[in-house]
């Protein structure tokens, strides 16, 4: 098994550019979820799914759309890049209950 | 709001030496608690977890944490840091209830030879 996977690893982008971020899992996960890590703030969640075609808002959702048409694809789109969203994005899944989070390796994003 | 603290930062301490990482939460119900770590350029990998059955939970790599109701706290251990403990240390909340973690801000660890 691959576990979770990110695509891409790195990425530089100008402001106002658009991209969206793949994540993927094949261990058939209900939940998956995207967060940003900055220095000395921890991990910070910006949208999650409960399942197949569901998205919520986390705690830092402004400037990000998701989608979640497939159980093993959870999708983080950026629609118009500004600089506050250099970071490093993480996805993860779990399966439910106290089950715990797996993570992928991290996307670095910058945006110029 | 849930919230996690971890208190310090940066953390040194001598290879061989006892290591303890502190974490607090704030809820007045007792959650799932989580440790996990992250070594350069990685993604985070689990330690151990509270799933409110014993209150000392043993993990990889020689860790272990206590989980004290009264002190809010689930402070990380090990009895002697090797140079590979070297990392980023996170700890995590999650209600019982509920479908979201809450991360603390981490704690880098350094292991001086």
């Known amino acids: 098994n691959a576990g979770v996977t990110q695509t891409p690893k790195f990425r530089v982008l100008k402001t106002g550019q658009s991209m969206t971020l793949l994540c993927a899992q094949d261990m058939n996960h209900e939940y998956m979820y995207w967060y940003r890590q900055d220095p000395g703030m921890g991990l910070r969640l910006i949208h999650y799914?409960?399942?197949?075609?569901?998205?919520a808002k986390g705690e830092v959702p402004d400037g990000y759309n998701v989608s979640r048409l497939k159980k093993q694809n959870f999708l983080l789109g950026l629609e118009s890049a500004a600089p506050s969203q250099t970071s490093v994005y993480f996805c993860?899944?779990?399966?439910?209950?106290?089950?715990?989070?797996?993570f992928g390796p991290g996307t670095r994003l910058t945006v110029l | 709001a849930q919230s996690v603290t971890q208190l310090g930062s940066h953390v040194s301490v001598s290879e061989g030496a006892l290591v303890l990482l502190r974490c607090n939460y704030s809820s007045s119900v007792p959650p799932y608690l989580f440790w996990y770590v992250q070594y350069p350029n990685q993604g985070l990998q689990l330690l151990l977890k509270y799933t409110s059955a014993a209150t000392l939970v043993k993990g990889i790599n020689g860790f272990e944490a206590e989980f004290k109701k009264s002190e809010t706290s689930f402070h990380l251990t090990k009895p002697s840091a090797h140079m590979s403990d070297a990392a980023e240390y996170f700890c995590a909340v999650k209600m019982w209830d509920g479908q979201n973690f809450v991360f603390g801000p981490g704690t880098r660890l350094s292991v001086l030879p």
């Open positions: 993860a899944s779990r399966e439910g209950g106290p089950d715990t989070q797996y």
């Open positions: 799914s409960v399942g197949e075609g569901t998205t």
